[in-house]
């Protein structure tokens, strides 16, 4: 009979689901908050503005930025590590990862736009291929602008080349 309830004991401790989590457990998620925080700590303050995070996170960020020493910015990861336990991070995750996925798609234009304004400089047949893709393109001001890249001198040619880009991205954004 006494062996019968050590048995009973023992098979409602392995049913029971509210039994407090192992160490490690405790640790990997203390780890992972702390990860999270220093990704945010690598934000700028003017990215970190556009974020919707609690005002006490926000403010153990901004001094984190303001910490001139390694180890105060290392103590201070810590306290938002620590902090990060009382929010939830999903929302806070969410958000990262859309602004891992901007970062990516802003590097993708980006590497269009150069390619486009490469090939406009170098190739004719370029000129032709944009404007059956942005027919809504000004016509008479590309060429302009690639007549000023082309014929420029050394010291004017990186000049008119920004200004063909900065056209070029608009006219993509607004198509």
């Known amino acids: 009979m006494h062996h019968q309830h050590w048995l009973g004991i023992a098979m409602t401790l392995e049913h029971d689901n509210s039994a407090p989590e192992s160490k490690s457990a405790r640790k990997r998620e203390a780890e992972r908050l702390q990860d999270i925080g220093k990704r945010l700590s690598t934000l700028s303050l003017d990215k970190l503005e556009h974020l919707d995070l609690p005002s006490t996170l926000r403010a153990a960020l901004t001094d984190f930025h303001r910490f001139n020493s390694h180890g105060a910015q290392r103590r201070q990861l810590q306290f938002i590590g620590k902090l990060m336990r009382k929010f939830d991070t999903q929302a806070i995750e969410d958000q990262l990862a859309t602004l891992d996925g ?16 490469d090939r406009l400089i170098t190739d004719a047949n370029a000129l032709t291929e944009f404007i059956q893709l942005y027919p809504l393109v000004d016509r008479q001001h590309l060429r302009q602008l690639l007549k000023k890249v082309n014929s420029a001198d050394d010291q004017h040619r990186r000049a008119h080349a920004k200004q063909l880009f900065k056209f070029l991205r608009e006219t993509m954004e607004n198509s």
């Open 102 to 117: 901007e970062s990516a798609q802003a590097r993708y234009q980006f590497n269009q736009l150069e390619q486009w304004r």
